[in-house]
């Protein structure tokens, strides 16, 4: 892998000096290489891959049936694990997610030094991918967070390879963000980001057309599959659901005014410490009407809707409340039920053996399916693991940061001038951070503003947050380093 890397980039990283190439990619495989190990001793220090009730037992049952899921989880994440069927193994689903983590990872340095960032800072900007125990305890999970991150920055990848984008990797680039908004529909929305990068860096109809067509197409089919199952064109049946429990914790219906069919949706009492708990509570108003509580989803998103529209500003302090709990010292439970995963634990945990869905999936899917257990002496090593710059949401804040000072051009002054040959092309191209930084953003606030916060969602933005921010930093140093020159050459 190694020699690969090197040969990929050897004699493609404009302005990089030939010395701090080589340099640069072995102080990466220096990285990688206990990056692999790490995910080796993750395999052994758990007797199975982690599942966890619900969402791993419906992914895994949409891939037998192969047909939309109702509810939240469209079938990208399915048709991963439909492929991978044949072996009915669970353990070689997490250990194909591991190798993918190591993907991104490479992706992310070779994005970088193809950008002439620093090896030093590539890897810097790679190593909360490669060693965060979040992202590890990701990896080893049947959950869908780690394809949406792969397919993400594979998207970037291909937009930014090259200065001027071919119409082939716009298609690309279209189509991945097309799977990763079926694999998680809050994603979806970033086909237009890209459109509207496309359109800003000038780079002409037939990308822009290729982008837009190669994403819509696939979601336009999706929504078409699902309405045969469930007579509505859409991707998933829980928006309206999701934006309703985003409602309770402002809503305030003397001010709403809801028609009286919508008016049973309203506050009714019921108390959860977090929005997306109002999903499940069995008190609340939602889930007091008769049939499954998807089957209003409509219902919920009118009501939803109208409750924004009369209260704005509550609406916005919620979700900016909520997205400013990515940035605590420490991570906040939120939900209190939920436990952050920031390192990796010992123990074991059952699975709910009386649900009738777990013994289905494990006839269907995977006769071996069983809780899992931490395996000694593994377990112990893994337990002493600290990741040595535990990426604290503080930490996180500062990158994000600093990706948006450099998507805003700030401290560039006149620098900024337009190159010669360069008359058509758009701030975005000039700002190479301006991409990767408003993914981050998008993924960061997107899930708050829709549902609710949750530590795994935050997880999607970190790399491309990282990516934005060692560009930032790079094109920031450059300018420094051409003022100065200018200054001496101006002094002589």
Do not use: K
């Not at 983590?101 to 070779?110: C, P, T």
């Not at 000694?376 to 990158?399: C, D, N």
């Amino acid at each position: 892998m190694a020699t690969a890397l090197a040969a990929s980039l050897r004699s493609r990283v404009p302005g990089a000096p030939v010395s701090g190439r080589h340099q640069g990619h072995l102080l990466f495989c220096l990285a990688l290489m206990p990056a692999a190990a790490l995910r080796v001793l993750v395999m052994l220090g758990y007797d199975t891959a982690q599942l966890y009730w619900y969402d791993s037992f419906t992914y895994l049952d949409t891939a037998v049936h192969m047909r939309p899921q109702g509810a939240f989880h469209p079938a990208g994440y399915p048709w991963f694990l439909w492929l991978l069927r044949p072996f009915h193994s669970v353990e070689l689903i997490a250990g194909v997610q591991h190798a993918m983590g190591l993907g991104v990872g490479v992706m992310i340095y070779a994005l970088l030094r193809r950008r002439s960032v620093p090896g030093w800072g590539a890897t810097l900007a790679a190593a909360p991918v490669l060693f965060d125990p979040s992202f590890l305890r990701l990896e080893h999970a049947i959950l869908s967070d780690l394809q949406v991150i792969f397919l993400l920055v594979a998207a970037l990848l291909a937009v930014m390879w090259r200065e001027e984008v071919s119409t082939r990797a716009a298609a690309l680039a279209g189509l991945l963000i097309a799977l990763a908004g079926l694999t998680r529909t809050a994603a979806a929305p970033l086909l237009g980001v890209v459109v509207l990068h496309l359109l800003l860096r000038r780079a002409g109809w037939r990308r822009v057309a290729a982008a837009a067509v190669a994403g819509t197409l696939p979601l336009v089919a999706y929504a078409g599959w699902y309405a045969q199952h469930h007579g509505r064109f859409a991707l998933s049946g829980s928006d309206g659901v999701a934006l309703w429990a985003r409602t309770m914790t402002f809503a305030d219906c003397s001010l709403i005014q809801p028609p009286p069919e919508e008016a049973v949706l309203c506050p009714n009492g019921t108390v959860a410490d977090a929005a997306s708990e109002y999903v499940w509570a069995p008190g609340a108003s939602l889930n007091r009407l008769p049939g499954d509580r998807f089957s209003h989803n409509d219902l919920a998103r009118s009501f939803a809707l109208r409750a924004i529209a009369a209260q704005p500003l509550d609406y916005l302090r919620e979700v900016a409340r909520d997205t400013a709990l990515a940035f605590t010292w420490e991570p906040v439970r939120h939900p209190r039920r939920m436990n952050p995963t920031t390192s990796f634990p010992r123990g074991s945990w059952p699975l709910p053996e009386r649900q009738p869905l777990v013994g289905q999936v494990r006839r269907e899917y995977d006769t071996d399916i069983h809780g899992m257990s931490s395996v000694e002496p593994y377990a112990s090593v893994l337990a002493a693991y600290r990741y040595p710059w535990f990426l604290h949401g503080t930490v996180f804040g500062v990158v994000l940061l600093a990706g948006g000072l450099g998507a805003a051009g700030l401290g560039e002054g006149r620098l900024r001038r337009t190159a010669p040959g360069a008359a058509g092309r758009g701030e975005a191209e000039r700002r190479p951070a301006v991409l990767p930084w408003a993914f981050a953003v998008f993924l960061l606030v997107a899930p708050v503003a829709a549902l609710d916060f949750d530590h795994r969602y935050v997880l999607p933005a970190v790399p491309v947050a990282c990516v934005a921010a060692a560009l930032a930093v790079t094109r920031a140093a450059r300018t420094l380093r051409t003022r100065r020159r200018r200054r001496l050459s101006g002094g002589r």
